[in-house]
């Protein structure tokens, strides 16, 4: 019973840290997609934040810069997708794919001049990372029965990104529903027209959001090069944007689900890690593939039986023109 | 202005013909080339091996190489292909994944000698190296359940292919060799190239191995491998480099490395190649040959018992007479 709690506890342990940039690049799609604007390119934009995070923590030494120079050239690069998809009206999946493709190739392609170590970055000092954050009382406890179990091994001993971006999810449910900004936002994705005809500048509101969308997915590649990892690899995020996308769909464009479709995804990731080569009485060892597809699996299946219909915001990828 | 125009034309198509005319090198001009694969060059492991043993052919013989990173499976026959029209006279492939472009540029240029590292073609210009990694990972295998103290081990691959489960392999049977009961938890990173290159996933199989109980975990996948050996640096744990020799890493978490002499294949490949010794045909290198082992440096020397290099290197020498045999997977 003991070690069934132990076991159960430390695969959440490991579901909150591989959750972690999941959380903050879904919710980052989230305001992008509830102002109107659909943005695959969040792959992209956590990838260039990985390698300024890395590079820039490298030479300073502190991860604190990492983190600032990680979230200057995500939201530079969603500056350029607004640019590219609200200031001219272009095609907004085109422009993501494109800064995807541009970020997989710079970021190989200038660690390789300015490190001359391949395509990655030297690996950074102890220092320059985002170390782990052990909470008061957190060994005392670690001896009591289930709670102090949950206390030491799953609440604290994480770094502060994985605090951050589960304090993130109220605050941007909050922002969403409960105040002028949110309310804007959400119009501006389902009826740009009637934002427009109160007064409000569309394409204010989708820079804004999309500014927003900047910040979290730079957050989410800084926790990837220098929290998680202690280095820039080329196309370190695996996947990671495509996912966060899926999970955003999953959730139906809402904070609890898409929190919850994060957590189950990175849930199904820490089940793989455990369960390869495991023998479980009356199956025996499942194949690596088969776990291996289970996140994808369980996503089709849910996506097919329990989810229903996952309706997008109304005016999501589609540009807005003013009536001349 | 137009005469001019045709001249600087006619002189532009003349050097292209040059270019072209002098492109197949002469037997007497030697051109060595190395094609790497998706792991890259500085991998800390295996492709930078090969990198370490072509610089040291250069600054030996002042002989500059011609070298191409793959970063995407369908330009490793293009890279070759081109190696071979630009003249390069022995061309080396890093890699099992290799083979096939190898088998079909070879044929095209039979005059060319190519090198295969780690898989074999059989072909009479075509030399394929292949290396007794469970041998070494068996002795590594060893010196993990030497320095276990919970009596669990973990071993990490990265992309699920047969080559990898020879390191696992090996590497199970020496740390059974020590303590017949000993647990070793196996992973494989995924089964796509982009295992060798995924350390977040690498650290988290790292982390799951620990919270299980292991206190030393071997890792045989390429830049994955970055990430166990922060993980087990971050948890206080040891890790198990291969290829190169990862000792340096992290000095004091780092137990050892299972070193493969990839350098040593590619610089005698080139000098041999050069010095017109060079054969085709088969080099198996095992612990026999010094074509693997397990590193033993300043760095990871006080990890590194009087005892268990002692009895690590009696194993050796019994494998080397044949008194203790090590299952070969991919001979099965």
Redesign the interface.
Known sequence: MGENITFFV?ML??ML??STPLILASFAGMFAERSGIVDIGLEGKMLGAAFAAASVALVTDSAWLGLLAGISVSVGLAMIHAFACVTHNGNQVVSGMALNILVAGLG?VLALAWFN????TP?IADIARFK?IHLPFADKLRDVPVVGEVYSELISGHNIIVYLALGMVPLAAWFIYRTRFGLRLRAVGENPEAVDTAGISVTGMRYRAMIVCGILCGVAGTY?AIA????F????T?GMGYLALAALIFGKWKPLPTLLACFLFAFA??LE??L??VDIPGIGIIP??AI?ALPYILTVLLLAGFVGKAIPPKASGVPYVKEK | MKKLFTGALTALALAVTGALATGPASADDFSPAIVFDMGGKFDKSFNEAAYNGAERFKSESGVTYREFEVTNPSQREQAMRNMARRGATVIIAMGFAQAAAVETVAKEFPDIKFTLIDMVVDLPNVQSVIFKEHEGSFLVGMAAALASKTGKVGFIGGMDIPLIRKFALGYVEGAKYVNADIEVYQNMTGTTPSAWNDPTKGGELARSQFDRGADVVYAAAGGTGVGVYQAAKDAGKLAIGVDSNQNYMHPGTMLTSMVKRVDVAVYEAFMTAKNGTWQGGFKILGLAEDGVGFALDKYNRDLVSADMEMKIEAARKDIISGKVEVTDYMAQ
């Open positions: 430390l342990d490991a840290r591989v190989p170590q391949g395509s990655q690996m782990p990837l998680m990892n202690t280095l690899i080329r196309d370190m695996a990731q820490a890690a455990r390869q080569g690596v593939q291996q």
